[in-house]
């Protein structure tokens, strides 16, 4: 298995643009989890699903982020519309048992 | 409202030496705790765990210990190596299938 695949690795958009993060977990994991990196909270979770169904999104900061989970293989995050303090790097995970492996994450940058 | 907290951001280390990282929670409903290791450019790696029901979990230069009624866990790396190197982030989980919450980090340098 090739781990977690997020895509794109890196992203620059200007302010108020769309911007669609997108993440392949694990074949057989039942859990999947959104984070955002930044200095000064660590690795703060915005939103979980299991069996594709979310189940708590209170870490998403505000109503222009949100989550899909269409189907057991994929996910997309989507910042609409973006801004310069959303500039952060985006990791999906995806779980089954007690651990959780990770993606490469998304660097995005909002200009 | 951070449930897990990683005080020291960072630490700084000789090799050969012990490196130390600490970690404290605050919800008692936590009953697992994971270590994770991160390097630049990379996602976060799991490192190490430990299950509320035991105090100490060790795994070659890396041991784990877990005092539940101070809800504290360190992570002890010994020797350390310039590899090592990289940030270490504290994880808990209030059962299976619960989320992970994560700590902010400590960057750990260790020299040679």
């Known amino acids: 298995d090739a781990g977690v695949i997020q895509s794109p690795r890196h992203e620059v958009t200007e302010m108020g643009q769309e911007v669609t993060l997108r993440c392949k977990p694990i074949s057989g994991h039942d859990y999947l989890f959104w984070y955002r990196q930044t200095m000064m909270r660590g690795l703060e979770l915005l939103i979980y699903?299991?069996?594709?169904?979310?189940i708590d999104d209170s870490g998403m900061p505000e109503d222009r982020f949100s989550a899909k989970m269409p189907n057991a293989s994929f996910s997309t995050l989507k910042i609409q519309p973006s801004e310069p303090r959303d500039s952060a790097v985006y990791f999906c995970a995806s779980r089954w048992g007690l651990g959780a492996f990770f993606g490469q994450g998304t660097r995005l940058t909002v200009v | 409202d951070q449930q897990v907290k990683q005080n020291s951001p960072s630490l700084s280390v000789q090799e050969g030496r012990i490196s130390i990282l600490n970690c404290d929670y605050t919800n008692s409903m936590f009953d697992y705790f994971l270590w994770y290791k991160k390097y630049p450019a990379e996602g976060p790696t799991f490192l190490i765990s430990i299950s509320s029901i035991k105090d100490k979990n060790e795994d070659g230069r890396f041991t784990v210990f877990l005092n539940k009624s101070a809800k504290h866990l360190s992570l002890h790396i010994v020797p350390s190596q310039p590899g090592d190197s990289a940030v270490y982030f504290c994880a808990a989980s209030a059962k299976y299938g619960n989320k992970l919450v994560f700590g902010a980090g400590t960057i750990l340098r260790v020299k040679s």
């Open positions: 699903f299991n069996n594709n169904v979310p």
